[in-house]
């Protein structure tokens, strides 16, 4: 019950320098981080929202060096437009990207699209700037990156095979990737899971506790986006 979880975790903050949400499904999350956000004068983050998008950020950030491409000339195919799709997609427009499709399991989202929900009908303005529709293996004909955030499946190894040159797959639904390294190890450059028995693992704990140390040590009661970013930076710099 969201007015439940924020009643609780007001009433414990004071007691601590921060709170690190989890587990807390979409979209009962955006509306928690948003109210703790507002009401409480200490950092709040959701760990599967926000972590999972500064790593993802940072792997991207190193993995467009390999290829030699830049962020703003990409286009990015998201699988999954739950707390971590929309909060990934939110870090990557803020970096300078400018073409992110968000696919769910209907499909592309576009603006116009009957039956979306508030949180994708804000999505859909600021995405898919070419109105692409389809399945998620349609949109990512020419796609530069496929980012998963979803479920195994969600894709297809053909579909990897008709994306751009040099592709970028971070497959990072667990334990079971979008889809398996194994079948696209010659389509794609570059290829990620969050698993740890794969190469190039992307997992939350590269972010995690160091950003609530550097909040803390720095006294920041809210983290930005500006900071996230930065957050992903100082990552890919390692």
Known sequence: ??????????????????????????PRCFEVERRLREELDIPVFHDDQHGTAIVTLAALVNAL???????????????????AGVATT??????????????????????????LDAVKLAYAERTNPAGEQGTADD???????FIGLSAPGAVSAAAVGRMAQDAIVFAMANPTPEVMPEEIQDLAAVIATGRSDYPNQINNVLAFPGLFRGV????????????????????ANY
């Open 1 to 26: 019950d969201v007015d439940q979880i924020v009643a609780t975790v007001k009433a414990i903050a004071p007691g601590f320098g921060g709170i690190n949400l989890e587990d807390i499904s979409a």
């Open 139 to 145: 949109v990512l004909a020419g796609a530069d990156v």
């Open 65 to 83: 060096k390999v290829v030699g491409k830049r962020i703003e000339d990409v286009k990015i195919v998201i699988t999954g437009v739950g707390a």
């Open 90 to 115: 939110d870090v990557l427009l803020h970096a300078g990207a400018r073409n992110v499709i968000g696919c769910d399991r209907h499909g592309a989202v576009y603006r116009g699209r009957p039956e």
């Open 216 to 235: 803390l040590d720095a006294r920041i009661v809210k983290i930005t986006t500006d900071i996230k970013v930065a957050a992903a930076e100082a990552i």
